[in-house]
């Protein structure tokens, strides 16, 4: 059997099997029930909504041979010759079609004729509007004056081209666009009778494209069905349409809501393969986020009319508003950037990482990155301790040409001191030799004021001689004479030199003879070089800290799978 285009094959006979359009269906019903009838009918609405569909059905219900009826038997010859288009009753017109206009007016001129088999002759004339003004004149007069046999059944895509007074002579029905979700049933059961493999997303695309038009739905679904090899797939049928494939949108704000960097640069990357249309996809993208704003606000505002409904609420119980107000912010300034961007695929991939980096709680949620292996080794990074020289950049894969410069935290906040000496608090450091000398003169060791460790920094002294500096701690201090303890696990390589060298070098930083006197001893307070380590360490914490919470560098981490060498990391104290 000759294939059968959809569009044919699937055109409703009966009022029962139209999709949509129930607003008239419902007023035809009931006049035929009623047998109430007018003589002309015409019918407005945008091509392929069902216009010369609904007039044809009703052509049935007016010549069926089981009597004027809602709902014709399909059976009798009338029934079947009038969907087979061979009724000889029916005189279909499309005005449109050049070589018909000239016959037009004949047609109309042999409208007082009794039907040949029919209880009526029904003129059925398509694009009514584009009728030559000659025929207007014939079409009018029979309108004036119509005999009881005959039906107008007029259609136009444009009844503003009417002349008023064929429009004061009929009762006018307009057909709506029809909605996504009406063309995605209607496929569906389309789809379903003719045993062929589908997906629903497909299906809203084939919608979407149509844009309310059933017949272009149909006319798709056939193109679809041939393109995808028998099988109607969101894949295959997104390539065909040239659209992006929206499911893409979804998934990638899946992978946002649950923080997987590597996910999301996973579908960054699938999403490039096709060449997008990335103004679209952003476009789309913001319409989910209104729609998930919608949902967070007003859940049964959210209708189904894109197909997603549920996918929307779950996302957007899944993201806070907030969140989503970000994304929606981000996702527009990324559409104003794509207009002077050399590369929309930058900045359509800069958009999603910035709503991946910029989540406000992307560290409360304690998931940095959908590779949870280097959770614990993030934590652990943050707790280290040990303080570490070595400076190197971020390790970004080389792959990635023009890495976005990494901003360092260049100050840390000072932590909090640990209070494990009593030199260590000093309301304000003491800043020139004079003013310190004067202060060492009047003041005993145990003066808050008297900062040893500033001193021990300042006197800039090197070598074994300096660590056994910062490994003294002040036993006695006078103006001129310093009597130290060294720390005992630090005194294997002192030597009486030492002593001198020291008391040399504070002398000359002072500006004044300074005697040094070094016992070796067990240290209870912190000495200068435990109280470098603290901070250091302490300092290398608070860097940490920043570092692991600074955006742009988790954009990195999480978009380009980057691993940080904590190695890197060096303080100066
Ligand atoms: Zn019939």
Redesign the pocket.
Known sequence: MAYQVLARKWRPKNFSEMAGQTHVLQTLIHALENQRLHHAYLFTGTRGVGKTTVARILA?CLN???GITAT?????D??REISEGRFIDLIEVDAASRTKVEDTRELLENVQYAPARGRFKVYLIDEVHMLSSHSFNALLKTLEEPPAHVKFLLATTDPQKLPVTVLSRCLQFHLKNLSPAQIVAYLQSVLIAEQIEFDEEALWQLARAAAGSMRDALTLLDQAISFGAGKVESVSVASLLGTPDFTLIFLLIEALASRNGQELVRLLGLAAENNPDYQRLLEHMLSVFYRMTLAHVLPDAVDNSEGDRERVLALAARLSPEDVQLYYQICLQALQELVISPNRKISFDMGLLRMLAFSPDIFMSGQLNGDQKKKPELISLVEATASVETPKPVEVPKSVEAPIPVEIPGSVEPPKPVETSKFVETPKPVETPDAMAKIEAIRPVESETFDWYSLVSKCNLTGISGNILWNCVPAAITADNYQLTLDEQQSALFSADHAAIIGAALSDYLRREIRVEITIGQVLSETPATRRRREKAEAMQALHKRFYEDHGVMALVAGFDATIDQESFTVKI
């Open positions: 049935r069926c041979e089981k014709p038997c399909g059976q009798c009338a029934c």
